[in-house]
């Protein structure tokens, strides 16, 4: 279990710290906290203490006749400092080497890896010392994650750049910093979510997915160190860091930002539910309802994926398949209808792993038709465990 040094900063999102301790212990960390003097106006050394389950690094500890050197045990102790919030001194402090307080202390002992989330208000962020102090800090290889776009603490204070991330994306920051790069070099396509064919401005047919399995998969891959584009239909989930999203509507427009970038790519990932048919005719204007019946006629929609598998060269192809019965004989025929490498068969009826869950239940199917059941697991774990699989084809 990596180990994560929340270090809290004298800054008004501090009180969101206690809520970045339990996204980080979910996300699978052990976590201690260290909070600089300020940072205790802004949360309590109690709320700490009890999220993340161990005494709070704090001044008045360093200071403690209890015979421990605080500040070089939490340097040896830590793979990651995060520093949340990170105000305007504490990044002068560490760009200086002033080992004044606890944190500018752990910092020059010397901890493996440092992400500072910063959060000021959006004049100071920009202020050209503070910008130094970051390029200095950057130049040796600490990380940076934010400081993001919105709202800004202080009444009447005008929107800007300098709020803190929020705490799970702060969780995914570290996430991506401790995982190995075993994809480095690798440009991965990711497909998620459904097509929407529409059948006037403001009708269209569509289904149910999430996209969530199609986000896990790219930001597996992306912690791992490939180069992704995810290629998305609708959905409401953010786009994630470091990964280049292109956001399309219907399955002509997945099938042209997905064909455009096949040449650069190594590996495919067909997540997307693309809808099979559209509606033969695209109305300019919204149809009033007419009459009791109406007939629609539809026309079929391009097949990705048979077009990727047809060209498919060195590439390694892997599709989804969402079935409601007869599932490994449905599935293994796409995937040699397809020329895939590898096809992940799930079913969207069993209500644990319907549409739009967090967690899913994959069957995965080989060519030689050699087939594994991977029970009920959160879909980023099945990401992970997918991509170990297709590393292996890869090499
Ligand atoms: N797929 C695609 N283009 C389509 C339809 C599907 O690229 N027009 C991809 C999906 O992203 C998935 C795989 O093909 O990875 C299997 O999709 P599925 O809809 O289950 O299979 P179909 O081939 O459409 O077969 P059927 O509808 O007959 O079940």
């Not at 990044?91 to 307080?101: F, I, T």
């Not at 202390?105 to 004049?123: D, H, L």
């Not at 202020?127 to 994650?145: C, K, T, W």
């Not at 989804?320 to 599932?327: C, P, S």
Request: charged letters at 25%; hydrophobic letters at 45%; proline letters at 6%.
């Amino acid at each position: 279990m990596a180990r994560v040094l929340l270090a809290v900063g004298g800054g008004a999102a501090a009180i969101k710290a206690p809520l970045v301790v339990r996204r980080l212990r979910e996300a699978g960390f052990a976590v201690r906290t260290l909070a600089t003097e300020r940072a205790l106006a802004f949360t309590t050394e109690l709320a700490l203490a009890t999220v993340s389950g161990h005494p709070v690094a704090t001044e008045a500890a360093w200071f403690s006749p209890s015979g421990r050197v605080l500040h070089l045990e939490l340097a040896r102790w830590a793979d990651l400092l995060l520093v949340a919030p990170a105000t305007a001194a504490d990044l002068a402090r560490a760009a200086a080497g002033l080992a004044e307080d606890l944190l500018s202390a752990v910092i020059t002992a010397g901890v493996p890896r440092v992400v500072w989330a910063p959060a000021m208000n959006p004049g100071m962020w920009a202020d050209p010392a503070v910008q130094a102090n970051v390029d200095r800090l950057r130049s040796r290889g600490h990380a940076f994650a934010g400081p993001a776009s919105g709202p800004m603490a202080g009444v009447g204070e005008t929107p800007g750049t300098g709020r803190m991330l929020e705490p799970d994306e702060l969780a995914e920051h570290v996430r991506y910093h401790l995982t190995t790069k075993d994809f480095a070099g690798k440009r991965v396509l990711v497909t998620a979510g459904p097509t929407r064919e529409h059948l006037d401005p403001v009708r269209f047919l569509s289904n149910p997915s999430s996209g969530k399995m199609g986000f896990a998969l790219a930001r597996a891959a992306r912690d791992r160190g490939a180069r992704v584009t995810l290629v998305t239909g609708p959905t409401v989930l953010p786009d994630p860091f470091g990964v280049e999203v292109v956001r399309v509507e219907s399955a002509e427009a997945m099938r042209q930002a997905v064909v455009d970038r096949f040449s650069e790519v190594d590996l495919v990932i067909m997540a997307a539910a693309v809808a099979d048919w559209r509606p033969a005719e695209r109305k300019a204007e919204k149809e009033a309802k007419l009459g009791e019946e109406k007939l629609l006629r539809l026309v079929r929609t391009p097949d990705i994926l048979a077009e990727l598998g047809a060209a498919k060269g060195s590439r390694v192809l892997v599709g989804f398949a969402m079935e409601t019965h007869a599932g490994p004989e449905r599935a293994l025929e796409k995937l040699k209808r397809k020329n895939l490498d590898l096809i992940c068969l799930n079913y969207p009826t069993d209500p644990e792993t319907a549409f739009g869950a967090d967690e899913n239940r994959l069957v995965v199917i080989e060519p030689s038709g050699r087939t594994e059941a991977w029970g009920k697991a959160s879909k980023r774990e099945l990401a992970d465990r997918l991509l170990d699989r297709v590393r292996h084809i890869m090499q």
